[in-house]
């Protein structure tokens, strides 16, 4: 990989595969900009790529262009090994279907507390690396969960949100990286299911195996629902409020973890029975009107939306 310069903050990218993920990348990048004009952008990307920023004369929005190796253009080649990858001092790796809603000073002073973090919760719902659906009901009735962090001598597991990972330390980011590749490497070990079973998706999951890292290191998350400073929360349709340029965006957001898990349950008619009998219960119900950092389009039947909004943005931007 060629020298490049160090700069104390700033965002990581990457694209390959389809050129949609790079208009993916671009549309995240032009929200960003709404609120952060100073720290750079370096995007990693497959040489088609590059030529294709070059082509629309795109190149301006990023501090730096690099070609992505071979090997790592996929989600475990990449966020198994952003040690390999930290062009700034303090580096904060990002997903291409990502929509920036503020201004994220605040943010960066939180994340100087740590050397290395992924923003999540420190307990796992069920449906984590599992079935998203009714078939969770075996895993809970078998204990799968809990043979597995017995099997590997942990006694949590936390639900990291990959969509937003930091790295300010290389020897921390590899420690993590390594044992998360060994511990993918034993799925078959595990209760988890391949992400590749699931519709719509064709490349493995990176996430269940750091959060499985992250506990047998003893590193803390970043605490993914915090209230009004929470880092990033997910698109669902039904909890988000939004303008078609996503320049005004609240997001519902329930007090109570287990009540806002049921937001995984694709089911409407059964995620909305649910949250309300378990609302009977004092306090169950409380909710929040949130503005994260970021929103993120992680659920795969929930991306239309941005797809479309990135679509209009690389049509005016290559105009």
């Not at 990989?1 to 990581?12: F, L, R, S």
């Not at 605040?106 to 923003?119: D, G, H, N």
Request: net charge positive; aromatic share 14%; glycine share 6%.
């Amino acid at each position: 990989m060629a020298e490049i310069e160090k700069k104390k903050e700033g965002y990581v990218y990457t694209s390959y595969g389809d050129q949609k993920y790079l208009r993916h990348v671009v549309a995240s990048v032009s929200t960003l900009r709404r609120y952060d004009q100073k720290r750079p952008v370096t995007i990693y990307c497959s040489d088609d790529h590059v030529q294709m920023l070059e082509k629309n004369d795109l190149s301006d929005l990023f501090d730096q262009i690099i070609v992505l190796p071979t090997g790592n253009r996929s989600i475990t080649g990449f966020k198994h090994n952003v040690y390999q990858f930290m062009p700034y001092e303090k580096n904060l790796y990002m997903d291409s279907d990502i929509v920036w809603c503020k201004n994220p000073n605040v943010l960066w002073k939180r994340l100087e507390t740590y050397s290395f973090t992924i923003s999540g919760n420190h307990i796992a719902d069920g449906f984590f690396g599992g079935p998203k659906g009714v078939g969770i009901i075996a895993d809970i009735v078998l204990r799968r969960r809990k043979k597995t962090l017995e099997k590997f001598g942990l006694t949590y597991l936390n639900r990291v949100q990959t969509g937003m990972m930091y790295s300010s330390d290389r020897e921390t980011a590899e420690k993590v990286c390594k044992t998360a590749s060994e511990f993918l490497s034993n799925r078959d070990k595990t209760h988890f299911r391949s992400r590749k079973c699931e519709s719509g998706r064709t490349q493995e999951t990176c996430e269940w195996s750091l959060g499985m890292a992250l506990s047998k290191l003893e590193i803390p998350i970043l605490p993914w629902l915090n209230g009004y400073e929470s880092p990033q929360l997910d698109y669902i349709e039904d909890y988000t409020e939004h303008n078609p340029d996503f320049t005004a965006i609240v997001c519902t957001l329930y007090n109570d973890r287990f009540v806002y898990d049921f937001k995984a349950i694709q089911i409407k008619w059964l995620r909305k029975f649910l949250i309300s009998f378990f609302s009977l219960v004092p306090g169950k119900g409380d909710y929040m009107k949130v503005t994260p950092y970021c929103l993120h389009f992680g659920w795969h039947h929930q991306k239309q939306p941005f797809y479309d909004f990135a679509d209009r943005v690389w049509e005016e931007m290559t105009k």
